[in-house]
């Protein structure tokens, strides 16, 4: 059984950004698609699925843009065998909790302070935060413990401590609240990412750079002056 599009119908196909037209015969005024259906009156939409015109949208691609998914990928990474007399590798786990119903500036604030944390420390330090964010970052803290037992070969839960803490912005969605005498506010329902990667072993004595004495300060204060040029000067 043969079926018939109409020109017009044809060349909306053609031209639509979302549709691409594979393996179907064109004729000089008309587009015949053979197929043997199961009916006796098939639809437009099981014509085109059976001839492999594909209208699917990017969304299928969304995976390679997706925070979680590359964040991720630092848990497969492969090193190479140490040397003998070679100091241990500490293991390092990576985790992402995605899609927060929570503004990322406000979760910023607690994402930094845990840094350079035992696990242990941090999850006492966010119990007692009255911030609600800081209950999302414990929970993705004791998900991220779980799976560095059970999946990455991490001996001692407790032995481990918060290297890096970073929060990254997800999608925000646009809304509108009604106010009195028929005027109305314009509102944002925001969601965020947060990126957590626990290192096996002791956290270390000072996570930045170590406090510099009073002469260390005026030191390089003398220096940064005696560096100084007036370029074009007399």
């Not at 979302?18 to 000089?28: E, G, N």
């Not at 899609?99 to 500036?105: E, L, V």
Request: hydrophobic share 35%; charged share 25%.
């Amino acid at each position: 059984m043969a079926v018939k599009i109409s020109k017009m119908c044809w060349n909306v196909l053609s031209t639509h950004p979302r549709a691409v037209l594979r393996q179907v015969p064109k004729c000089s005024s008309m587009a015949a698609v053979s197929l043997q259906p199961q009916c006796s009156a098939p639809s437009l939409t099981s014509i085109l699925a059976s001839r492999d015109i594909h209208t699917c949208t990017t969304l299928h691609k969304q995976n390679m843009f997706d925070p979680k998914f590359k964040y991720l990928k630092y848990n497969k990474i492969v090193y190479p065998p140490q040397e003998e007399g070679e100091p241990r590798r500490p293991a390092e786990v990576t985790y992402v909790r995605s899609n927060i119903k929570y503004s990322p500036d406000k979760l910023w604030y607690m994402a930094i302070m845990i840094r350079g944390m035992s696990i242990d420390e941090a999850l006492k330090q966010l119990s007692f935060h009255k911030k609600k964010g800081a209950m999302f970052i414990r929970e993705a803290l004791l998900e991220a413990q779980e799976e560095a037992v059970s999946k990455h070969n991490v001996e001692y839960k407790s032995n481990l401590w918060i290297e890096d803490s970073n929060v990254g912005k997800a999608f925000h969605i646009k809304g509108i609240r009604r106010h009195a005498r028929m005027r109305y506010g314009f509102i944002q329902f925001k969601y965020c990412h947060y990126f957590v990667r626990l290192r096996e072993g002791k956290p270390p004595k000072h996570y930045l750079a170590p406090p510099e004495t009073g002469h260390q300060k005026m030191k390089n204060t003398l220096q940064e002056h005696r560096n100084k040029r007036v370029f074009g000067g007399l």
